[in-house]
Antibody, heavy 123, light 111 residues
Framework: QLQLQESGPGLVKPSETLSLTCTVS??????????WAWIRQPPGKGLEWIGS???????YYDPSLKSRVTISVDTSQNQFSLKLSSVSAADTAVYYC???????????????WGRGTLVTVSS | QSVLTQPPSVSGAPGQRVTISCTGS?????????VHWYQQLPGTAPKLLIY???NRPSGVPDRFSGSKSGTSASLAITGLQAEDEADYYC???????????FGTGTEVTVL
């Protein structure tokens, strides 16, 4: 059974770079048709898609975060990673990694999620 | 930035039927993009509940159903149970933003 697990520092200083890794187990990150994604949820608030990546390295990002976000993939380690630069308190959130499945009609949805990891931005 | 609007909360007694609306626009739901729904139990990660407007993943009870019409979609829960207390989010794709968008979220309370 495929599982996703986020890892990384739980505390980041303002203006620094947030770095998280998602390890995929029980299956290959190189599976055709699946993209991989990062989503965040500020405390007490809703969900926000950050960006997605295919195993080939093709990426697309939320326009409002695009200038600060880099998502990369390491197929040899079955992992993908998130880097968010110049963070502020507004970036404090639970960060989830997820798999993007595909429906028959071609639309995509997040069919598997990691448990999430809380990242606090504070000095 | 949530471009899909949901009611903040809905409630119902055990056994009742509740519905949650998800209102979008011509660049997302109205453009024909599918709507998907997630259930987030307290303190846990979201879980896929409905995909492709009305399809249930394996293991999701048939008490949950989804529909879509025009620029809106709805999630219905029939035979409401205490275990259904959770936050529910709709999700679609937005062509203006070129990305995935979530609804504002709805808290379901079982009275």
């Amino acid at each position: 059974q495929l599982q996703l697990q986020e890892s990384g520092p739980g505390l980041v200083k303002p203006s620094e770079t947030l770095s998280l890794t998602c390890t995929v187990s029980g299956g290959s990150i190189s599976s055709n048709n699946y993209y991989w994604a990062w989503i965040r949820q500020p405390p007490g608030k809703g969900l926000e898609w950050i960006g997605s990546i295919y195993y080939s390295g093709s990426t697309y990002y939320d326009p409002s975060l695009k200038s600060r976000v880099t998502i990369s993939v390491d197929t040899s380690q079955n992992q993908f990673s998130l880097k968010l630069s110049s963070v502020s308190a507004a970036d404090t959130a639970v960060y989830y990694c997820a798999r993007l499945g595909i429906a028959v009609a071609g639309s995509r949805y997040f069919d598997l999620w990691g448990r999430g990891t809380l990242v606090t931005v504070s000095s | 930035q949530s471009v899909l609007t949901q009611p903040p909360s809905v409630s119902g007694a055990p056994g009742q039927r509740v519905t949650i609306s998800c209102t979008g626009s011509s660049s997302n739901i109205g453009a024909g993009y599918d709507v998907h729904w997630y259930q987030q139990l307290p303190g846990t990660a979201p879980k896929l509940l409905i995909y492709g407007n009305s399809n249930r993943p394996s293991g999701v009870p048939d008490r949950f159903s989804g529909s879509k019409s025009g620029t809106s979609a709805s999630l219905a829960i029939t035979g409401l149970q205490a275990e259904d207390e959770a936050d529910y989010y709709c999700q679609s794709y937005d062509s203006s933003l070129s990305g995935y968008v979530f609804g504002t979220g709805t808290e379901v309370t079982v009275l």
